[in-house]
């Protein structure tokens, strides 16, 4: 498509969508720091502010969703996408490899012939966290602890992630929707402190 032709970038889109992901960032980071993960919340996102990312997401800031699909829309994929989840382990997208027998994969079924890997548990984590901010931010005052958990199942996501990085996932979402933010923050802060789930070192990331 002819990049004249594409959606116009103004300054309220812009400052917008920077109020937008910085918003995200903040809730992310407190997440994370109530159960420990200081450099994760610190880290988290800070791709979303270089150009290839940033300019997207102000060129389609809508307010209620992500820009990427508004630029899958009109130009038929997300450049920012792409270059968001190869920078961002907080992402099942970002952990596909070549399986170790390749020989075993159906290239008709699958032609990329790339699988999911398990994600270490403190990625799986911020990326509990991450569902939660983006909930609040485009559900606002009508957020509840039950709309991460949703939002997880109309994607039908779990066919695409490893099914240990599902389950563990699954399990905290449930926790949230059932229990709310305090005990299942507390419940996080538990297995973190122990070394469970977390570098896939000592019991995996299956939570016990």
Not at 75 to 94: D, F, L, V
Request: aromatic share 10%; proline share 5%; hydrophobic share 30%.
């Amino acid at each position: 498509m002819n990049r004249q032709k594409r959606t116009p970038i103004t300054l309220k889109k812009a400052v917008g969508h920077f109020k937008t992901i910085t918003g995200h960032k903040l809730l992310v980071a407190q997440g994370c720091f109530r159960v420990g993960l200081y450099r994760q919340g610190l880290l988290h996102d800070l791709s979303k502010y270089h150009p290839v990312e940033f300019l997207v997401g102000a060129r389609y800031y809508q307010g209620n969703c992500s820009p990427n699909n508004a630029e899958r829309d009109e130009t038929g994929c997300s450049e920012a996408w792409m270059h968001h989840k190869g920078r961002n382990r907080h992402h099942y997208e970002y952990w596909y490899d070549y399986p170790e027998h390749p020989g075993d994969i159906n290239p008709d079924l699958n032609p990329s012939r790339t699988v999911p890997v398990k994600m270490p548990g403190r990625y799986v984590v911020e990326m509990l966290m991450d569902r939660i901010a983006a909930s609040k931010i485009y559900r606002k005052q009508d957020y509840t602890d039950q709309d991460p958990i949703a939002y997880y199942l109309r994607g039908n996501t779990r066919k695409m992630m490893h099914p240990e990085t599902a389950d563990l996932l699954e399990k905290l979402l449930n926790m949230l929707a059932e229990k709310g933010e305090e005990e299942t923050f507390a419940y996080v802060r538990r297995h973190l402190i122990k070394g469970h789930f977390v570098s896939g070192k000592k019991v995996g990331h299956t939570v016990r």
